[in-house]
């Protein structure tokens, strides 16, 4: 299997508080990226880095931040968490861009009372 | 921007029946194409994708799919379904021509749950 893991699997939080979700590699992969999946909208892209320190802004970025301060791990922040930020948050890594595609992790489900 | 649809949230089919998985894209030029599968409580796994070598394109557990470009779709097909397929599968797009700024980013289909029955 390829070497990403995603931490805890499983989180209850109350509203307005601070949550950090890691998501650590050892494939050494360049490219990493925060996923949520919500039934009937697929995955949508929270944010990407393409490298350690380079991070960017996806689809559905408010209310999270990232950060990448070395090469194996992602960490996404729930800066105050609310319902609607309940979901099942994905990591995925990717060696290159174009026709590389994504390996995922396992996911965490996150639930925001 | 890159968008795909999948027709169809539900499919249910019968054990040893066809499976026929809808994907369309929208881009202006043939993007980088492919299919995932996700059982219950796991990440995605790749099934197969496109890359521009071959129009028909095979993937793991006997699923195939063919690019037209003429009717900007990718589906995904089985000839005979397994109890096992029971999934959720999903249809991902990225921009072959943006080259490095792209990221490597892929858009994602809102899925399309298969259910098999005996």
């Keep these: ?113 | 921007a890159q968008s795909v649809t999948q027709l169809g949230s539900h499919v249910s089919v019968s054990e040893g029946a066809l499976v026929l998985l809808r994907c369309n894209y929208s881009s202006s030029v043939p993007p980088y194409l492919f299919w995932y599968v996700q059982y219950p409580n796991q990440g995605l796994q790749l099934l197969l994708k496109y890359t521009s070598a071959a129009t028909l394109v095979k993937g793991i557990n006997g699923f195939e799919a063919e690019f037209k470009k003429s009717e900007t779709s990718f589906h995904l097909t089985k000839p005979s379904a397994h109890m096992s397929d029971a999934a959720e599968y999903f249809c991902a797009v990225s921009d072959p021509w943006a080259g490095g700024t792209s990221y490597g980013k892929l858009t994602f289909g809102q899925g399309t749950i298969l259910t098999v029955h005996p």
Excluded at chain 1, 34 to 51: E, F, K, N, V
């Design chain 1, 1 to 113: 299997d390829a070497g990403i893991t995603q931490s805890p699997r499983h989180k209850v939080t109350e509203t307005g508080t601070p949550v950090t979700l890691r998501c650590h590699q050892t494939e050494n992969h360049r490219y990493m990226y925060w996923y949520r999946q919500d039934p009937g909208h697929g995955l949508r892209l929270i944010h990407y880095s393409y490298g350690v320190k380079d991070t960017d802004k996806g689809e559905v970025s408010d209310g999270y931040s990232v950060s990448r301060s070395k090469t194996e791990d992602f960490l996404l922040t729930l800066e105050s968490a609310t319902s609607s930020q309940t979901s099942v948050y994905f990591c995925a890594i990717s060696e290159g861009t174009g026709d590389y595609g994504y390996t995922f992790g396992s996911g965490t489900r996150l639930t925001v009372v």
